[in-house]
């Protein structure tokens, strides 16, 4: 199995433009968390999915996100418009189940905005 | 929602020896304990996990250890080497959330 893969792995972009990240994740597995990383706050969750479906978008930090599902073996993180704070590394994890499962994270996406 | 304090930040220990990383969490509705280690500019990698009917697991030189009463459990490394020099971090999982909450880290060092 390949793995969750996530692209683009690095992004370089300038304020207020428009950044979308990518990740498919283990085939079969029914559940998808967005993940954000930086030094200040750590790891923290966004948003997860089960079946496509979100279920709790509480992390998300404010409207400019947003995140889709639309298939089993895709999903998207959008920030619109993008600003320097942004700059983290976001990372995808599946897995099968949900609650005490192990959890696969992607490489990431090392986000720069400028 | 869910507070997990971890310490120390950083621990530096002699090749051989031993690391102790401890973690606190605030809801005791939590029932999955993983710990992650990361290289740099790596992803995170469970190392070990434990639930909450569990108070001690033990793979090789890792071991964590679980206390539910006093919402804390910590992570063991026997006999470290320099591959183990990372970051790790605990997480937390469970009372109805499926997404991890996870501590801020501990940089540990092997000196050689």
């Known amino acids: 199995d390949a793995g969750v893969i996530q692209s683009p792995r690095h992004e370089v972009t300038e304020m207020g433009q428009e950044v979308t990240l990518r990740c498919k994740p283990i085939?079969?597995?029914?559940?998808l968390f967005w993940y954000r990383q930086t030094m200040m706050r750590g790891l923290e969750l966004l948003i997860y999915?089960?079946?496509?479906?979100?279920?709790?978008d509480s992390g998300m930090p404010e409207d400019r996100f947003s995140a889709k599902m639309p298939n089993a073996s895709f999903s998207t993180l959008k920030i619109q418009p993008s600003e320097p704070r942004d700059s983290a590394v976001y990372f995808c994890?599946?897995?099968?189940?949900?609650?005490?499962?192990?959890?696969?994270f992607g490489p990431g996406t090392r986000l720069t905005v400028l | 929602g869910e507070n997990v304090e971890q310490h120390p930040s950083t621990l530096s220990v002699q090749e051989g020896d031993s690391a102790v990383i401890k973690c606190t969490y605030s809801?005791?509705?939590?029932?999955?304990f993983p710990w992650y280690k990361q290289e740099l500019g790596k992803r995170p990698q469970l190392i070990i996990d434990?639930?909450?009917?569990?108070g001690e697991k033990k793979d090789q030189r890792i071991a964590v250890t679980l206390n539910k009463t006093a919402k804390h459990f910590s992570l063991h490394i026997t006999e470290t080497q320099p591959e183990d020099s990372a970051v790790y971090f605990c997480?937390?999982?469970?009372?109805?959330?499926?997404?991890?909450?996870f501590g801020k880290g501990t940089h540990l060092i092997i000196q050689p």
């Open positions: 994890a599946s897995s099968l189940g949900g609650v005490g499962i192990k959890q696969f």
């Open positions: 085939s079969g597995h029914d559940y």
């Open positions: 999915f089960n079946n496509n479906v979100p279920i709790d």
């Open positions: 809801d005791s509705a939590s029932n999955y």
């Open positions: 434990i639930r909450s009917n569990v």
């Open positions: 997480a937390v999982q469970g009372g109805g959330a499926d997404g991890l909450t």
